[in-house]
Every structure is written in C-alpha cells, then in structure tokens.
C-alpha cells in the first residue's frame, strides 16, 4: 500500500530528469513531492484513525443492540406471564363475585 503512494512522486521525478531539467529546480520539485508526500501519509493517518474509531463504535452499538434484543425477548417473556396470570385470577374473581352474588340472591 504504502509502494503505491511512492510510485507517483517517483514516475513525476523520473519524468522531470528526462525533461532535462536543471538540479536545482529537481531538488524543489523533489522538496515539493517529499511534502505532499507527508501531507498525503498524515490524512491517510488521521483517516485511518478516524476508520478505527469509528469501527469501534460500531462494534459497541451492535453489541448494545444484541444486549437490548436480549432484555427485549425477555421483557416479551414477562408479558406473557403476566397476562396469563391475570387471566388465570380474572377467572378466580369472576367466580367468586358469582358466588357472592349468588348468595345475595338467596
């Protein structure tokens, strides 16, 4: 990867001592090249930093995202339960106000 980014301050030198030019004007193009070189090497960096990073986060979310899942399946779990419970003393209660107001009518 890293080759790939010589290559091209390496073929515009090339070209540039071909074309005749005088050192002194190849020793600031090479200056030049050198420094869009770092430049080039320091956003390469910070993007590869800021990829990490942001790599990272996501990892954290989807890992927040399973957890969530998980407390969601078994918040769904306890719905159920809990319904089946009510149901289960609706009855009870329908029953025995039955019962009660049977015993009034008497």
């Known amino acids: 990867m890293f080759r790939n980014k010589l290559m091209l301050p390496?073929?515009?030198?090339?070209?540039?001592?071909?074309?005749?030019?005088?050192?002194?004007?190849?020793?600031?193009?090479?200056?030049?090249?050198?420094?869009?070189?770092?430049?080039?090497?320091?956003?390469m960096q910070a993007?590869?930093?800021?990829?990490?990073?942001?790599?990272?986060?996501?990892?954290?979310t989807e890992k927040e995202v399973e957890r969530l899942k998980k407390q969601l399946d078994a918040e769904r779990k306890k719905v159920v339960q809990s319904e089946q419970r009510y149901v289960e003393s609706k009855k009870q209660y329908d029953k025995a106000q039955a019962a009660l107001d049977q015993a009034w009518k008497q």
């Open 47 to 60: 993007a590869e930093a800021e990829r990490d990073a942001d790599a990272k986060r996501a990892a954290a």
């Open 10 to 43: 390496g073929a515009l030198l090339l070209a540039l001592f071909f074309a005749g030019l005088p050192p002194s004007a190849l020793a600031r193009d090479l200056s030049t090249l050198q420094t869009a070189l770092r430049m080039a090497q320091s956003e």
